[in-house]
């Protein structure tokens, strides 16, 4: 058995898709054998990006697969839940800010 390149034939969309941008950037001294490899090399280009695409959409749907999966349950499960204490803290400015605030209008009503 021989081996085969695990090469598709492109899709005709991809060749006319290929073939119209390679004859909107020709040269005008250009030839149709130039214009005809430039879309050829074209097409490669838009064969590989589809080709990174679909590799990326299969490992995000395998990960999202395996996020999605319940996990086994740990030895440490025995442990009681930990309770977090929220505690809030307020930023001084708006207090300070309020404090000149009301002394700038007790200044005010004494100087009336």
Same mark, same amino acid.
């Given at each position: 058995m021989a081996n085969k390149p695990n090469y %598709?034939?492109?899709s005709? %969309?991809?060749q006319e898709e290929a073939l119209k941008i390679a004859k909107a950037t020709q040269r005008p001294a250009q030839t149709k054998e130039q214009t005809k490899l430039i879309a050829q090399g074209i097409q490669k280009g838009i064969d590989q990006y589809k080709k990174q695409q679909k590799e990326k959409a299969r490992e995000l749907s395998k990960r999202l697969k395996k996020a999605s999966r319940p996990t086994e349950p740990s030895a440490e499960t025995n442990e009681p839940p930990v309770e977090a204490?929220?505690?809030?803290?307020?930023?001084?400015l708006p207090w300070?800010?309020?404090g000149l605030t009301w002394l700038g209008i007790g200044v005010d009503w004494l100087m009336r």
């Open positions: %598709q034939k492109p005709p %969309q991809t204490v929220i505690v809030y803290r307020q930023h001084w300070l800010l309020l």
